[in-house]
């Protein structure tokens, strides 16, 4: 059974930055790594992904602030994440693309609030 593993979040004030983690518990073979978030009273939704060859596509409300990087041979997908205002206060979770309901981890939150 995978699991990936989330770390990195934190309080940020607004136009501050964070970088987040993911590491799956052991190594697997996926075509795309994505990264979602979710905020309080609103589903889940896709923040950013990367192909197994380096490909990303962003959600429009983060395109030109964050950048998601990844090493698939050894599972792990980073999301750097700029200029950070309220609107990016949620939990983000890490997952295959698509998303394998076995796979969602525990998140970690982020909170832009000054």
């Known amino acids: 059974q995978v699991q990936f593993v989330e770390s990195g979040g934190g309080l940020v004030q607004p136009g501050g930055s964070l970088r987040l983690s993911c590491a799956a518990s052991?190594?697997?073979?996926?075509?795309?790594m994505g990264w979602y978030r979710q905020a309080p009273g609103r589903q889940r939704e896709l923040v950013a992904t990367?192909?197994?060859?380096?490909?990303?596509n962003y959600a429009d409300s983060v395109k030109g602030r964050f950048t998601i990087s990844g090493d698939s041979a050894k599972s792990t997908v980073h999301l750097q994440m700029n200029l950070l205002n309220s609107g990016d206060t949620a939990v983000y979770y890490c997952?295959?693309?698509?998303?394998?309901?076995?796979?969602w981890g525990q998140g970690t939150q982020v909170t832009v609030s000054s």
């Open positions: 997952n295959s693309q698509p998303p394998d309901d076995a796979y």
């Open positions: 990367i192909s197994r060859y380096g490909i990303t």
């Open positions: 052991r190594t697997m073979y996926t075509s795309a």
